[in-house]
């Protein structure tokens, strides 16, 4: 054959290869809802693009909203942008709950897991569903405040809108893992953004080989000065499988490595389980210089790694096994990092190694079906006798059978977290009531109801952090702080946030019960009102106060900072967005006073222009004086 064909394939196969990487960075011009456009190349078929925006919001970690409302809520990303290409602080778009560290430097911060790779670094995320199931070529993001805050952008193989009976869905879920899956189309550190102005954020992304309608955005808001504000977020894919994401060498060696970076994070559960499970092993007539090692210091060599390079490592020889498979090893395990991975059969494999943890998160793991309540039940039976903190925020595989084996299997339970695991029945929680050694309790955006919260507090005396923000089914939120005034004395953290009733009597009675209060969130709490009072006798009757946030609340005023400055000069956080009443002279008392202070949110307060701001940060130049605005 003439030499002259290949050249001429390894040429075709170079000018594909071009077009299609400026297909992936090319400017598409200005967006409709939904649109298609013909590829202008004569080269390969005629594909059709289609561009939509998201349809639906399926699932999210956390939002600055209520519940009951469209403001700042995760729901304001489903349809046409809202506010882009306007930049500012809009209530019509998407805000997480936290930005920046300040929530690290709290009395009820927690501590974090070793073992947690270095690749993953999201703090929160949201779900979206599209209309039409298509293969990615581009994800825009339309960010306008604050911007930088994504740091992954994953696409899933299910169809949200399938039309497979529930049941169904279920019993094919349980016969093959590996029908889930999820891939990884962008990931890169957190960034800083110069300014807080509007972007369109258009990422690389990556070919995968399946279509996908689900898309999930991660974020991490810790470079963030303050919130970050997302618009809308826009798919652009094609119907048909580009020929030109078949990999092959001749066609682009980036591909290799993109190939290896699958298989190290990637998203595949057979993968993952590969790993956990026993392989047959050699045993080698030495193992070199690991033989004249101590036990203990191979182990504490061995703690360096993260899980999958544990299970990797276990799988060389039988003396590596012996010490990878040591429950030692697994006494703090974090799940979370791999929840796209993690099914029943990953906990199966993992029992016999766990039968020593202390610290288990399993956050964001186990939806769609991929931990049944069954596979979390034996798990637990086997590996919960020693477990003193439990981590399963957004795990909406929960039911009440689990908070049931929970309570009976998990007697030295200390910590609990179930943060947005909002599928779980009102009546489950009452469960709870039965591990009386608790000292942590989250239950932010659950549908936790009073009977059952009373209930916790009576017998949950040892409680010293417990967050309730947006528990919106606590019909009097006064009654719940007259029971935690009266049982819970060792509360030092207590989060209220949009609480929709307390008064200043289940103010005054927190007060004066709880009085080692370090943390207090009454944020967006609009039944509170300064002229009764309530928030002097705060500051008055808790002295030890280090973060204090009334947030939106108009009332405060003078009188209340004052009070701030003359009691609790060990405030370190502050927030009165939205107050008309305080004036640049309490403001600096509060500053002279309080020398630990290092955040003091004012957006929106009337009497605190640009010009009072300039001159805080200049004469305090140790405290983060935040002034939002909207243009």
Known sequence: MSPVFPMLTVLSMFYYMCLRRRARTATRGEMNSRRAIESNTRALPINVEIVQYA????????HYGSENSMSYTMWNLAGIPNVYPSSGDFTQTAVFRTYGTWWDHCPSARLPFKRTPTSFCSQ???????????????????????????????????????????????RL?????????????????????????????????????????????????????????????????????????????????????????????????????????????????????????????????????????????????????????DPLQYIHLSLQPYWARINDTSLEYLQSRCTLIQWLNLSWTGNRGAISVSGFSRFLKVCGSELVRLELSCGHFLNETCLEVITETCPNLQELNLASCDKIPP???????????????????????????????????????????????????????????AKCKKLRSLDLWRCKNITESGIAELASGCQLLEELDLGWCPTLQSSTGCFANLARKLPNLQKLFLTANRSVCDTDIEELAANCTHLRQLDILGTRMVSPASLRKLLESCKDL??????????????????????????????????
Request: glycine share 2%; with cysteine.
């Open 173 to 325: 879920l349980q016969a093959s893992y590996s029908s889930v899956r999820w891939e990884i189309l962008w990931s890169e550190a957190p960034t800083k953004v110069n300014g807080p102005q509007a972007r369109q954020f258009t990422p690389c992304i990556k070919q995968i080989n399946f279509p996908t309608n689900l898309i999930r955005l991660e974020v991490n808001s810790s470079l963030l000065d303050y919130y970050t504000e997302l618009d809308a977020v826009v798919l652009h894919g094609v119907k048909e499988k580009p020929v030109l994401s078949l990999k092959t060498s001749m066609i682009d060696m980036t591909d290799i490595d993109e190939d290896e970076d699958e298989e190290k994070y990637g998203c595949g559960m057979d993968a993952l389980n590969k790993q956990f499970s026993v392989v047959t092993l050699r045993e080698w007539p030495t193992n070199g210089y690991f033989d004249k090692l101590p036990y203990e210091l191979i182990q504490l060599i061995l703690s360096h790694l993260t899980v999958p390079d544990l299970c990797r490592l276990a799988q060389t020889c039988k003396l590596l096994y012996q010490h990878c498979c």
């Open 427 to 485: 009546q489950a929680f009452n469960h709870i009531a039965k591990v009386g050694s608790l000292k942590r309790l989250i239950l932010y955006r659950t549908k936790v109801e009073q009977t059952a919260l009373l209930s916790i507090l009576n017998f949950c005396s040892e409680l010293q952090h417990l967050s309730l923000g947006s528990c919106v089914m606590i019909e009097d939120y006064d009654l719940i702080a007259s029971m935690m005034g």
């Open 598 to 631: 290092s955040l003091l949110d004012v957006s929106f307060c009337s009497q605190i222009d640009n010009r009072v701001v300039l001159e805080l940060n200049a004469n305090f130049p140790n405290v983060f004086i935040k002034k939002s605005f909207t243009q």
């Open 124 to 170: 929160d995320y949201v779900e979206l569903a599209f209309e039409e199931q298509v293969y990615p070529t581009a994800v825009h993001i339309l960010e306008t405040y604050h911007p930088g805050a994504v740091v992954r952008i994953l696409a899933c193989s299910a169809n949200p809108y399938s039309q497979n009976p529930p049941a169904e869905v279920r």
């Open 55 to 62: 349809k639906e919001v399926l699932d999210f970690s956390s």
